[in-house]
């Protein structure tokens, strides 16, 4: 193990001159670290929707260009004004140099997207990664002048994946052979400021690894650096019992396991992107989520000794889930309809986790997808289909078996009067998922929230 840190920052993070100053003043805490930077806030969001503008109105995706381009100018100059020397004019210089830069990209893209009346996969991740060529660029150029050798690394020669643009695989081999380069630059006192969510394929063509794919990329480096800690700094003190914006007493974690935050992430909880902590429960690196607001508070460390044994350890929730149920056609063998219908989520890369099932019939609850239509109209070749839109998914996750009885038996009490459209429990994975329609879902959020975590209930759990 080395004693490099890997820290991640996130889009509020990236947010304004302030925060920018809070990330450099923690950074100048470490030795020896690698930064990975988000796009500013809202800026990848922006850029998507200049792409999708840009189809049919040119004009107004040149617009939105322009915001784009006038945010980061006014975060360089106000970060920048405290520092009235030479350093800091060159710095500003160079800034707006790559702002115009990443922006003359953009708006090549946008030309072409207008053109040809099309966006292809490949042109949609060029687009939605310049929020994070910008913002490390830009940190990179900043940190410097605040006094810490941060130094610019473009993800692409780092992160070398396969082409499945959108949600790329990563190419491991090629990422621990490239991580070399940082390991050099780290040993001559630099400290490398890398943008997330990007990389390249073996073509040399730009692709993403998927939505909130920053946290995947620290992770990533961390492995493959084989470094002491990787640690997610963002706007909440750790992973909380759940969302501290809709539970106000939900409380800061102060260990959880790696599987246990893997599916915290899969059912919902935004905090962390569910792919992240795979490589770092690899090769068994802690990973810290903290707060940038609160850097002395210990936030959350998820490691692989973790294992809850005792109380529930969180609670997560899905808005906008459908449930679909395939009823078998009487001339179909059971296994062979089953088969048939598994095979059709998959090939819609659907993972399917929340299923109830008899011989006859199979209900699935999931996220509603984008292509859910056809992928209805798919299963209509199986079978007959209904499906019950607006939903929730209340998910509880990790916890003793001995505890299960009294847990359930609060659970169901505190959702008295809420029809539940399905119910899956894992003995082995320790979790039991709930659906139910989505009008009432974060009331009863609260309300179990409560019935497991508040003190005068939890001491006898
Ligand atoms: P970043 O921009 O740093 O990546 P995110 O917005 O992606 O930040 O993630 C942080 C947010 O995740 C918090 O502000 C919080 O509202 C939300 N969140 C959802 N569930 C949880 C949870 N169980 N614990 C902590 N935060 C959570
Ligand atoms: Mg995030």
């Known amino acids: 193990m080395t004693n490099i840190h890997v820290l991640k920052f996130g889009g509020t993070s990236m947010g304004d001159e302030d925060t920018w100053r809070r990330v450099l003043?923690?950074?100048?805490?470490?030795?020896?670290?690698?930064?990975?930077?988000?796009?500013?806030?809202?800026?990848?969001?922006?850029?998507?929707?200049?792409?999708?503008?840009?189809?049919?109105?040119y004009e107004e995706s040149l617009e939105i260009s322009s915001q784009i381009r006038s945010r980061h100018e006014t975060l360089i100059s106000r970060f920048l004004r405290h520092f009235d020397d030479y350093e800091s004019t060159d710095a500003r210089e160079r800034c707006l140099n790559w702002i115009e830069k990443q922006v003359s990209d953009l708006n090549h893209h946008l030309k072409e997207i207008h053109e040809k009346k099309r966006i292809n996969n490949a042109r949609k991740d060029a687009v939605?990664?310049?929020?994070?060529?910008l913002s490390s660029g830009l940190f990179a150029t900043c940190g410097a002048v605040y006094g810490l050798n941060t130094t610019f690394v473009d993800a692409r020669d780092i992160i070398k994946t396969d082409s499945d643009f959108g949600h790329a695989n990563p190419d491991l081999q090629q990422i621990d052979e490239q991580v070399k380069k940082l390991t050099k630059q780290i040993e001559q006192h630099s400290i490398p400021v890398i943008g997330g969510y990007y990389g390249e394929n073996d073509g040399g063509e730009l692709t993403t690894l998927g939505f909130e794919g920053s946290d995947y990329t620290a992770s990533l480096i961390g492995a493959a650096l084989n470094c002491k800690a990787i640690e997610i700094w963002t706007d909440v003190s750790g992973i909380f019992t759940c969302d501290p914006r809709v539970v106000e007493d939900a409380v800061s974690i102060p260990e959880i396991s790696f599987r246990e935050a893997t599916e915290m992430a899969y059912f919902g909880a935004r905090v962390l992107h569910p792919s992240t902590l795979k490589p770092a429960a690899q090769k068994d690196i802690p990973v810290y989520v903290r707060n940038i607001f609160e850097p002395d508070h210990p936030g959350t460390k998820i490691y692989s000794k973790a294992e809850s044994n005792g109380p529930v350890r969180a609670l997560t929730f899905l808005e906008d889930v459908v449930i679909i149920t395939v009823n078998a056609p009487s001339t179909l063998m059971g296994y062979h309809f089953l088969s048939n219908v598994f095979q059709t989520l998959e090939r819609h890369h659907i993972t399917v986790d929340i299923v109830t099932t008899t011989e006859a019939s199979v209900s699935i609850a999931l996220e509603r997808p984008d292509k859910l239509e056809l992928i209805i109209s798919e299963l209509e070749e199986i079978g007959e289909v209904t499906q019950t839109k607006q939903q929730g998914l209340i998910s509880l996750i990790g916890f003793g078996l001995s505890n299960v009885e009294s847990i359930t038996n609060r659970v169901f009490s505190s959702i008295k009067g809420e029809p539940l459209s399905l119910i899956s429990f894992s003995r082995d994975k320790r979790n039991l998922n709930l659906v139910l329609p989505e009008g009432d879902l974060l009331d009863t959020v609260r309300s179990i929230h409560h019935s497991l975590f508040s003190t005068e209930f939890s001491s006898e759990l």
């Open 25 to 57: 003043d923690i950074a100048a805490r470490y030795e020896q670290l690698v930064i990975v930077v988000s796009a500013t806030s809202r800026t990848t969001r922006q850029l998507l929707a200049a792409a999708d503008t840009a189809l049919d109105n």
């Open 128 to 133: 939605a990664s310049i929020g994070e060529q």
